[in-house]
């Protein structure tokens, strides 16, 4: 791998629209530069993206918990998801904190989408829930059509990888 094959790889293509995204948390410098730092390292290791998505919207499940400050719902959030090999990485930066998640593609066991109307002349909201074999679940939320096309992407992608 050349050089120039590292810094355009799509774990840095990756890296780079987290960062950029990250801005609008308007999160401390320290914790700000420590999650740019740790994706990028990670984007280091992991250049060959199988498939990524990005949103500004994360579920409210994420922050339930004493783990999350309050505020973490109400603030600006970002969530990331990356599969590399057998491996999906999920990266969610709120208020005030980080989380990162790996898990085998192969734990993923079922995978749910729902589509709700809130009320009427409200945009649709498509929730997308990938249930692993061990307890937990991967949630991803878009109120926007461009978003929720960007779901469907992925989730099309992820079937393929998953020979789905």
């Avoid at 730092?37 to 919207?57: F, K, M, Q, T």
């Avoid at 998640?101 to 993923?108: G, H, P, T």
Wanted: charged share 25%; net charge negative; hydrophobic share 40%.
């Amino acid at each position: 791998m050349t050089a120039e094959t590292a810094i355009n790889s799509p774990g840095r293509e990756f890296a780079r629209k987290f960062g950029n995204t990250l801005v609008e948390l308007q999160l401390q410098g320290g914790i700000h530069r420590r999650i740019e730092n740790l994706v990028n390292d990670w984007a280091a290791e992991h250049p060959n993206l199988r498939a990524s998505y990005l949103s500004r919207e994360v579920d409210a499940s994420y922050f339930q918990g004493e783990d999350c400050p309050p505020e973490a719902l109400s603030r600006p959030k970002l969530q990331g998801i990356a599969v590399e090999g057998d491996r999906m990485y999920e990266f969610v930066a709120f208020s005030h904190g980080f989380r990162r998640d790996v898990a085998s593609l192969d734990s993923i066991v079922h995978v749910q989408e729902t589509w709700l109307e809130p009320k009427p002349d409200e945009p649709f909201v498509l929730r997308v829930a990938f249930y692993h074999t061990f307890p937990a679940a991967t949630i991803l939320l878009a109120t926007t059509g461009e978003q929720q096309d960007l779901i469907q992407d992925f989730l099309t992608r992820l079937r393929y990888l998953k020979g789905w």
